[in-house]
């Protein structure tokens, strides 16, 4: 059974730092991993997928990679705004559907 | 990408009464989920609704209590049966698109029963 953790819970950062949130799963045998981003009482945005073969995948100042091998993930956001303050879930699809594994998130505030 | 609309947006419902979700796509597409998240926890999903067939339940989850409806590709229902307090929670509707896996969410419906 996948398991997908993220840790730390919660951070905080002051504004223009660059960060790097961590993700790690239990099933290397995955078909692709997705990150998202959800605004307290919203749903979810989807931020960056990278599928199993690929290393890495970058959107604007996100960028996110991807070892199969060691069972992690990484999201790095550069130049952190507090418009960034939300919680990021990692999510790793596995099985012929690609069904979804969540981890807990991390929520992430920014500091002016 | 794919828009994703869910109606009601919240609702208050009473003990052992049940409310239906409704989870509209601006697209046609194959695939439909139906996910729950409980307070302060993460997304779990509840089953997997393709059109023209019963949906498939994850474990833990049955039709009896969450009954699903595909009517047709850009539409689904997921009915919350029997509430009692412990199924307060955020549902949400997602889809999958075709090829790159790729999954989209709509807003979520927050249900809270007294």
């Known amino acids: 059974k996948q398991e997908v953790t993220q840790i730390p819970a919660a951070l905080s950062v002051p504004e223009g730092e660059n960060l790097v949130l961590n993700c790690s799963f239990t099933?290397?045998?995955?078909?692709?991993l997705q990150w998202f981003r959800q605004d307290p009482g919203k749903g979810l945005t989807s931020l960056l997928l990278i599928q199993s073969s690929q290393r890495e995948q970058t959107s604007g100042r996100l960028n996110a990679s991807l070892d199969k091998s060691s069972g992690r993930s990484t999201l790095y956001i550069a130049a952190s705004q507090p418009g960034d303050s939300a919680t990021y879930l990692c999510a790793v699809g596995t099985g012929a559907n690609s069904k979804l594994t969540f981890g807990k998130g991390i929520t992430l505030s920014v500091r002016p | 990408s794919a828009v994703i609309s869910q109606k009601p947006s919240r609702d208050i419902c009473q003990r052992g009464t049940s409310l239906t979700i409704q989870c509209q796509v601006d697209s046609q597409v194959t695939m439909m989920f139906w996910y729950r998240q409980q307070p302060g926890q993460s997304l779990t999903l509840i089953a997997t609704a393709n059109q023209g067939s019963e949906a498939t339940y994850e474990s833990g989850f049955v039709i009896d209590k969450f009954p699903i409806s595909r009517p047709n590709l850009t539409f689904s229902t997921l009915t919350v049966s029997n509430m009692s307090p412990e199924d307060s929670s955020i549902y949400l509707c997602?889809?999958?698109?075709?090829?790159?896996?790729?999954?989209?969410f709509g807003p979520g419906t927050r249900l809270t029963v007294t």
């Open positions: 997602s889809v999958r698109r075709e090829g790159s896996g790729e999954q989209y």
């Open positions: 099933d290397s045998a995955i078909y692709n």
